[in-house]
């Protein structure tokens, strides 16, 4: 395949050396490695170059990481901490759109040649949840909100679940990246994730890419797993 597809692989794994040979495994039919909050705690840098020195073994030079480190503090300090990761290169990393617009600012401006994503609304919050935080009404109408603050902040992704993402598509630039984490290939098991959407439904609602983990990482043939979505959503684009 000559373009992999825009799919972030979530390397959730129990240690360097899984993520490692995931890594691996996946690159060359994906565009993205997804390096979140518990392996980079765990592992620190090595997460990301251990990542990247996989995907080179397998031949693919260049693919993206993705820090999902999800950052929400008062703007001097994510400013910081985003000036902390800048040496890792990452092509995306995420803050907490609830951290105001001056925080969103504050991680952009530190890092001008990354993709500041802003999470939206965590999709493990249900209305009751979100209502017990003091976020009342309906959760997409706050994701909707939210993905517009952050985005006039310098934001240039946001993460959305995968029902909301055609409702943010509306609402902001065509330039900014949405990212949908949530999708599950039809039959596959939805796991601890509550309101999923197939790969196909996701890129026809407006995703520019999916963060798929265990369907992929959990599959007996991973690479086998990762190459089977990359073509279905190759065949609908
Ligand atoms: O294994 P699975 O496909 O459910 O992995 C989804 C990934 O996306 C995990 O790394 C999870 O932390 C991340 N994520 C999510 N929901 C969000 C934001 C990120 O599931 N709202």
Redesign the pocket.
């Known amino acids: 395949m000559s373009n992999p597809a825009p799919i972030a692989v979530?390397l959730?794994a129990p240690n360097l050396g899984a993520l490692q040979d995931w890594a691996g495994l996946v690159a060359p039919w994906v565009s993205t490695l997804?390096v979140?909050?518990e392996v980079f705690c765990r592992d620190g840098d090595l997460s990301v170059s251990g990542a990247r020195a996989a995907a080179s073994s397998a031949g693919v030079k260049g693919i993206e990481i993705f820090l999902?480190l999800?950052l929400h503090d008062i703007p001097a300090t994510v400013a910081g901490a985003a000036r902390a990761v800048a040496h890792l290169e990452p092509a995306i990393l995420?803050v907490h759109a609830a951290g105001g617009a001056a925080m969103v600012e504050a991680a952009a401006l530190a890092l001008p040649n990354t993709r500041i994503a802003a999470?939206t609304?965590?999709?493990?919050l249900d209305e009751q949840a979100l209502a017990a935080i003091g976020m009342i009404g309906p959760s997409i109408d706050a994701a909707v909100r939210l993905a517009v603050l952050a985005t006039n902040a310098g934001a240039r992704a946001v993460?959305?679940?995968p029902r909301e993402v055609a409702a943010i598509r509306a609402a902001v630039s065509p330039e900014i990246t949405l990212i949908t984490?949530?999708?599950?290939p039809p039959g596959s098991s939805v796991?601890?994730?509550k309101r999923v959407a197939t790969p196909a439904q996701a890129m026809a609602d407006g995703s520019d890419l999916l963060?798929?983990?265990?369907?992929?990482?959990?599959a007996a043939d991973v690479a086998r797993a990762a190459q089977e979505i990359a073509l279905s959503i190759v065949d609908v684009s």
């Open positions: 979530a959730d997804k979140g909050l999902d999800k995420t999470v609304v965590l999709t493990s993460v959305c679940s984490p949530g999708v599950r796991d601890d994730q963060v798929i983990g265990r369907p992929i990482t959990a």
